[in-house]
């Protein structure tokens, strides 16, 4: 019995820690191209471009100096969050409730 729970635990929580590096991974590279897009449109060329290059600043804030690596670190500090939700959450259903009048 303890040994499906441990099963049950790691599946669930490799999906949680890769679900919440993607998501937030996915969510900064959809901004830059809707803002590169954006940036293609005649009277939007200057918003989209500074807007563009303040996000990249913003990255460039997180990774040292380059954007791709302050993607990176974004993401994984989501699915550190993600692991401890998940941890907890695993734990709270699994333990019963203790609390149950008798």
């Known amino acids: 019995m303890s040994f499906d729970i441990t099963i049950s635990y790691l599946r669930s ?4 820690v890769l679900l919440s590096f993607i998501a937030p991974t996915a969510l900064i590279g ?3 191209v809707l803002l590169l897009l954006i940036g293609s449109v ?23 100096g380059s954007a791709w690596e302050g993607t990176i670190v974004i993401g994984c500090a989501c699915a550190v969050v993600g692991a401890l ?5 695993f734990t709270s259903t699994t333990s019963g409730n203790k609390f149950e009048p008798k």
């Open 30 to 32: 959809m901004a830059i």
């Open 13 to 16: 929580l490799l999906l949680a």
């Open 42 to 64: 005649p009277g939007f060329i200057s918003f989209g471009q500074v807007c563009a290059t303040q996000l990249l600043y913003f990255l460039e804030t997180f990774g040292n």
């Open 85 to 89: 939700f998940e941890t907890y959450i």
